[in-house]
């Protein structure tokens, strides 16, 4: 019997089946990119609600798996060489999981690279800039009388949006085959219509980058993934 009891998270979301990996989450673009993932991979796992209220992310549990307190983080209790394995940060995590798999990385040295180079496009500027573009739109900053800060982040999403249709041109995914790049990506496309922002981006005008959004959003594992786990 697989025990998991070395990590203390899984004393507040305790494991079903401590034998596949468990997955520690909530569906927010970062969260999803797990659970699409695990779908697209078809790796056997258990799904925990973690809420963003900080009874959770910030409880002595949560912070014992994830110190920097975000989701998603797994156990992975068939991790290297059969140990246990931790992990927080979904970069690193999707990075992981394909590796683990054999999926969704590139079938070589020069695939895997382009695949991580567009991972951390999304890490380092897509997610980042897009969240800060959402508070200043549809959260707390949206109420700031200093418009300067929303038009900023409105700037840069417009930049990253032409990035993207440029690349996307004639092709139907970012780095050649479907990978872990375009999960990466596209949930923090499909956030700019949770933030009710697409018109101040100019989404209509990027059509490389709407066909992109439409054939990610109609794959099954897609579908499924952006589901779980549950919101509560």
């Known amino acids: 019997m697989t025990d998991l009891s070395a990590f203390p998270i899984t004393q507040k979301w305790p494991a079903q089946d401590a034998s596949v990996l468990q997955l520690y989450s909530f569906p927010t673009p970062n969260g999803v990119k797990v659970s699409i993932a695990l779908e697209e991979m078809d790796i056997p796992y258990e799904a925990h609600t973690v809420t963003l209220s900080d009874a959770d992310v910030k409880s002595p549990e949560f912070l014992s798996l994830n110190p920097n307190n975000k989701i998603p983080a797994i156990v992975d209790p068939d991790g290297p060489d059969g140990a246990h394995l931790g992990l927080f940060e979904s970069g690193a995590i999707l990075i992981y999981l394909a590796e683990k798999s054999g999926k969704l990385i590139g079938k070589t040295a020069a695939d895997k690279a382009k695949i991580i180079q567009w991972v951390m496009f999304q890490m380092g500027g897509l997610g980042p800039m897009f969240g800060q573009l959402g508070f200043f739109s549809k959260f707390a900053g949206s109420e700031w009388e200093d418009k300067r800060p929303q038009q900023r982040y409105i700037d840069e999403a417009k930049r990253l949006l032409a990035v993207l249709d ?15 790049a375009d999960i990466a990506i596209a949930p923090w496309l499909a956030a700019l219509d949770f933030y009710g922002t697409k018109d101040l981006v100019g989404w209509d005008d990027h059509k490389n980058v709407v066909a992109y959004l439409d054939r990610f959003l109609a794959r099954p594992a897609v579908v499924k993934g952006r589901t779980i786990p549950p919101r509560g």
């Open 166 to 180: 440029k690349e996307l041109d004639g092709k139907d995914w970012i780095a050649g085959d479907y990978s872990i």
